[in-house]
Structures are given as C-alpha cells and as structure tokens.
C-alpha cells in the first residue's frame, strides 16, 4: 500500500464530507427564512443516516467482490472480512469505504432541493433509508465498482464517470424531479415572491462546496497522481468557465449578472466537470464549462413552462448538468475517444445508455417510493402549516428572532 496514495483519500475524503454543510447553506440561503433551518437538517440527515446504513450493508451492496453486475453481494455486511490492513489497490480498504460514504450521503442531500419548504421531517427521513437502499447503492455498484464482478456500466458497458455524473448527479437530479411531482407546487408558487432570503449563505455554500469539490473529483483518481492533478485543473477551469457562462446568458437576457447566477454557475460547472474531470483536456474542459454554464442557466427555466415545481433548481443544475457532462465526453474525451480526438460515435452511444439507463431506474423508483410515502404516513406538510412556516411546524425553532431583532411590535404587525 502508498502512504501517499492513502494520505490524499484521506484528505479527499474530509473534503467531500464538508460538501454536505456546505451544501447545506448554499441551499438554506435559497430559501425563505421561515424554512430555512428545515432546508438545511434535511442535509444534515444525510450525514446522520446514511454512514449507519453504509456499513451495515450499503457497502457491501455497492463494492463487495461477490456482485453480479446489478448488486454487489453479502460479503461485506456489516464491514465483515475487512481489516485494517487489508488492501483497495494502493490504499486500505477502510479508506476507499469512507471515501465512498462520502459520496453516498451528499447525493441523497442534493434531492432536498428539489421539495423545499413541503416536507415532513419524518417523512424525509425515511425517504433516505428506502431511497439510497434501492436506488444509489444498486447505481453505485453499476457506475464505480470495476472488480471482477463489477458494475455493468463500469465494466461491461465501459461508459465514461470519472467521479459519479450518473450516480450522483443524474440520479440525484432525477430523483428531485420524481419528487416534485409527488409533493406538488408550493403555496403560492408562481404568486408569491419566494426569492432567497441570504444571498452570503448562498455564496458561502458555493464556496464550501466548490473547495470540497476538489476532493470529489481528483480524490476519485484514488491516488496522489498526474491524474488527479489533471482533474484539480479540470475541475478549476470548467467551473470557471461555468460561471462565465451563466453571467453571459443573464447579462444578454436580463442586462445584469447576479450573484444568485454566479454562485448557480459554479455548481453546474462543478456536476458537468464530475463525469469528465479525467477524460477531458483542460482546453475541452473550459468548453464543457461555458456550454453548461449557459445551458443550465436556461435550464433553470423549463420547471415554469412545463409547471412543475423544482424549488431551487436541481432539476434544472444538476439533472441537466449531469447529462451535458456525461454526453459530451463522446465529443471532447481525448486518447481517440472522443469524436472531435478521432474516436467515433461508440463512446457517445455508451455515454447516452449510461446516462439516460440511470435517470429512468431512479425516475421511476423514486416515484414510487415517495407515492408509498405520500399514502402511508404522507409526504407534505398541510397548507396551513406550510403558510406558517416548516421550521416553526417540524422544528418548534426559528432561525432569526425577529422580535428581538425589530422589537416586540414585530409579531403583532407580523414583520
């Protein structure tokens, strides 16, 4: 084993960790106050469920050695037949489970996004036992166990995902969608004004999540290598570019860049970039960067002309990044893979089975998880408790005194 190798998958691993809290405030600022403290538990939920479920048997399910292509097998429950010095290539296997539970928990944190200010704290919760269980344990296997009984996309389809553009962002963005559709809009959707109450936070959650990022994508070369050097660049440059794009489409269709805009740019630069960090030039990743920055700020838009109610845009960031990532490395990957380096349309047409193959199964799976949800114990909170506010309904707590703040005429006027 390379104590360097480990040391960065260690490192790598805490960098994807404060991916979640980060997160957690890029999302809480895109909220009203009144749900703010709701928006960011349900990321913190994550961090509380999934590591349990991890080593009692969602590890072995994505990585044991006794899979099948589908599912991994039972030899790793509970962590069984692991010990401190047995080996994942060049690092401990400890590390590589951590490193993966990582990952597991910020995908299952993304969907919170998509049903903002609606849901039952408990309901959510159980949402995550059942949702990471059968649908990111099962997608993780496919997308990153490549053993000798591997994943089907990672070995027999050899689709391109460097860091989990399917597992994790189309899976997640999807999921979101199914989602939407299940709780319905808001109320007072497209009435009221339900703009982001903490632009600060929302621009230190990109930050956060920007720097963990790094983890994320040249962590998964697993090693302290030029590949992870090659993704450290490719990640910086496509978000970049990312932002530049977003700024632009803003700049031609509104006359003003915001800030909302730039710090949206930098995570749909960030999940286009995922699938392709060590498949892409850094030229080809500046490329990638600008095309998703624009699409995805045109993106963002689709959930009013087809009314569906993707509160802050996971739908629109992370779905739709996640697709333009994993497709265009049919086109950019270098080596003669890609068309424009002299490969030809094969890579793309494993692109698109990988990627459209993950967005149906966790589409439909996350549909019906939450309509069982929605008819047993129910999924959404009532209208009158939505209008109060979900922190002060699921919580008993608010994020801001504003009595104390305005005075105690505040919650006579209902400031």
Not at 56 to 82: M, Q, T
Not at 238 to 254: C, K, M, P, S
Not at 324 to 339: E, K, P, R, S, V
Request: with cysteine.
């Amino acid at each position: 084993m390379d104590t360097g190798d480990t040391a960065w998958i260690l490192a790598s691993s805490a960098l994807v960790l404060l991916m979640t809290p980060g997160l957690a405030f890029f999302y809480g600022g895109m909220v009203r106050s009144k749900t703010v403290l709701n928006m960011m538990m349900m990321s913190f939920m994550g961090l509380a469920i999934v590591p349990v479920l991890w080593v009692l048997y969602g590890y072995s399910f994505a990585f044991s050695p006794g899979g099948n292509g589908l599912l991994g097998g039972f030899e790793r429950l509970g962590l069984n037949n692991i010990a401190v010095d047995t080996a994942y290539g060049t690092i401990p296997e400890y590390v590589f489970v951590g490193f993966q539970l990582m990952f597991a928990i910020i995908t299952v944190a993304l969907i919170s996004g998509a049903i903002a200010d609606r849901a039952k704290f408990g309901a959510w919760a159980l949402f995550i036992v059942i949702w990471v269980s059968v649908v990111y344990f099962p997608v993780a296997h496919w997308v990153f166990d490549f053993g000798d009984n591997g994943g089907w996309i990672a070995t027999k389809l050899e689709a391109l995902d460097f860091a989990g553009g399917t597992a994790v962002h189309i899976n997640a963005g999807a999921a979101g969608l199914a989602l939407a559709l299940v709780l319905g809009k808001r109320t007072g959707w497209k009435r009221d004004p339900m703009r982001p109450h903490n632009l600060p936070f929302v621009l230190l959650g990109a930050g956060l999540l920007w720097f963990g990022w790094i983890g994320f994508n040249a962590g998964s070369a697993v090693g302290a290598n030029g590949l992870a050097g090659l993704a450290l660049v490719n990640t910086t440059v496509a978000t970049g570019a990312a932002i530049l794009g977003w700024l632009l489409v803003e700049a031609i269709r509104d006359k003003k860049a915001t800030s909302l805009g730039g710090a949206s740019g930098a995570i749909a630069g960030l999940v286009a970039i995922t699938p392709a960090a060590g498949a892409l030039s850094p030229v080809g990743s500046i490329a990638l960067g600008v095309i998703a920055g624009a699409l995805c700020a045109l993106a963002v838009g689709l959930k009013y002309k087809f009314g569906y109610d993707d509160s802050l845009d996971v739908v629109g960031v992370h779905l739709v990044g996640g697709l333009i990532g994993t497709l265009l490395i049919g086109f950019l990957a270098t080596g003669d893979i890609g068309l424009f380096y002299g490969g030809d349309l094969s890579q793309l047409g494993k692109q698109a089975v990988a990627a459209f193959v993950v967005l149906g199964y966790s589409f439909v799976l996350t549909y019906i998880i939450g309509k069982l949800i929605d008819m047993t114990i129910g999924f959404r909170i009532s209208e009158e408790d939505e209008v109060l506010g979900i922190d002060q309904v699921e919580h008993l707590e608010t994020a801001y005194d504003e009595a104390g703040i305005l005075g105690g005429s505040a919650l006579k006027t209902g400031v």
